[in-house]
């Protein structure tokens, strides 16, 4: 089966042109103007970009918190991500307290299974002891070469040691370790202090969880990657305290890794004082415009790496649950099918960042580090995953016109310009004209050592 892609404009991280792609099974087979396929179906993309399927680094569907189910899981979080030009998410697999990495990957690939975008798993390490320290190898067997640590949440918390004795053993495999990094204890005292005081509406969430309550975990973080002499990947990035520890750190010549997300480009904390504020209550929280622009200067000028969704959706119902108590909100929001749109808008055509820089935080920068090889780029030889992105698309995103499967979004009111019209997924067309065509075409991407890119 060929497909080839017609009049568009080519965006990869490394600058753009016109040609026409071609693509053969699962594979881009060519990219030129000259390109003889009589026999295969024709996109046409005029006056389109055509790009890299976007990678969303950061995703919890059908993620059992304790006290709530997530309201996406994969099925409807998967569609989602493929209408908004997301053709591969990294989810978290979450090993239970007193269970293996494997037993959670087991239960995550059986979660994921009939998705209709390409998925791998980040493992959560939620124990680490000596026999999780010997399935890593396995696990980079199986294609899972990230993980995560939390310094939060009491059924995910390690310390500080382990964190150290996990950054030597995921070296030896080539294996990068996120980090959750907020201060646990000095947050609960927090939140007691605010609670004594009568606070307990959402806008007591972020003072329990100041920008310094990050910063000082970013520079624990930091010093304990240094002794470990390993790479150090800081998930969801919020604050300008937090970024300014990490560019301390390569100062000092540490190899350090940052995403952060749409929510701490946009958003401030400000909306807790909103009527439905428990909507934005997730963490690290919101913070203060400051915080923006600082992240938004970090990509600017390429301190950062990726930019994922944390995608965590809860419906009203479930955030109410925390009514008369902030700290009983479940944490998160929803987004995966919205990052396109909002790097585009509010980072391509308000000149914040380029295109190409897009492509970069969307696509390339997640492939490499995450030993997606065959990923991240329009070349031959690579995936046929591909986004057709129409720029004149004009919407704005509300709480209920959306795919993800609850009846909120942060967004919600933010007008958007820009849409993946048109989406290719492992070499078949799957969104067209902006409607999800063909459902569960997802794989498992099982992934290879990650690649140092800086
Ligand atoms: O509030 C959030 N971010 N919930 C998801 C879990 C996490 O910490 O990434
Ligand atoms: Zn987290």
Redesign the pocket.
Known sequence: MQTIIKNGTIVNSYGRRRADVLVEGDMIAAIGNEIYAPDAAVIDAAGCYIMPGFIDT?T?FD?D?GTALTADNFDTGSKAAILGGTTCILD?ATQERDGSLQAALDEWHRKAAGSSCNYGFHMAIARWDDGVAAEMEEMSRQGVTSY?M?M??DALKVDDGQIYAALKKAKEHGALIGI?CENWEVLQRKIAELKAEGITEPCGHPLSRPAEVEAEAVNRYMRIAQLAEAPAYI??LSSAQGLAEAERARERGQEVYLETCPQYLLLTDERYKDPDGAKF????PLRKAEDNEALWNGLRDDKLDAIGT?H?SFTMAQKAMGAGDFSKIP???AGVQHRGQLLYTYGVCEGRITLEQMVKYLSEGAAKLFGMRDHGEIAPGKAADIVIWDPLYKGRITDTEHAHNCDNSVYAGFDVQGRARDVILNGVHVVKDGELVQSGCGKYISRGRYESIR
């Open positions: 950061h919890h993620l918190t978290f995560k939390y939060v949440y959750h998930v969801h209550v997730m963490s690290p944390d965590c944490n998160g929001g």
